[in-house]
């Protein structure tokens, strides 16, 4: 299964980023530099969207992110999946969280799903935290998915 951002709002994005690089024209040169300047990020962030998909994918090795660094295999054998609810500011926020630390969890529990330590040479963990708007889905539903993939 893969999880992108959805098409049409990485369409708006771009179209939005245009509409306001057209506008800068217009504008006292204030406004062009504070407007052109969300036009190059409205850009930058639907030219990602389209560069990394899909953003999230699982298989039988694991589970694959797509950064712009590179992709990275998360695999089943050290993965933990979780879902964060968070309050800010009077608007609720919701990532999944995807970890393979194998450590302790944040209440001081080991974690049964990270059952080994680390190689020499192996990363320690990586912790990867994505959003409805990198999934194009609501993020426990991608859990939830994501559970039911697990080969064991």
């Known amino acids: 299964m893969e999880w992108s951002p959805r098409t049409g709002e990485t369409a708006v994005l771009a179209a939005a980023g245009v ?10 040169p204030l406004g062009r530099v504070l407007v052109g300047a969300a036009a190059v ?6 030219a990602r969207d389209r560069v990394l998909r899909p953003r999230l994918a699982a298989g039988p090795e694991g589970v694959a992110v797509r950064r ?4 990275t295999v998360l695999p089943w054998a050290r993965l933990q999946v979780r879902v964060r609810d ?11 969280e995807l970890d393979t630390a194998a450590g302790p969890d944040g209440d001081g529990r080991p974690r049964p799903e990270a059952r080994r330590e680390p190689a020499s040479g192996e990363e320690d963990g990586v912790l990867v935290l994505l959003g409805r708007r990198d999934l194009g889905a609501d993020p426990g539903d991608v859990a939830r998915a994501l559970r039911a993939l697990r080969p064991w």
């Open 86 to 96: 968070a309050r800010r500011w009077g608007l609720r926020s919701r990532l999944l």
């Open 41 to 46: 990020l409205l850009l930058a962030l639907s």
């Open 68 to 71: 712009l660094g590179g992709t």
């Open 19 to 28: 509409v306001l690089g057209l506008v800068t024209v217009v504008l006292d």
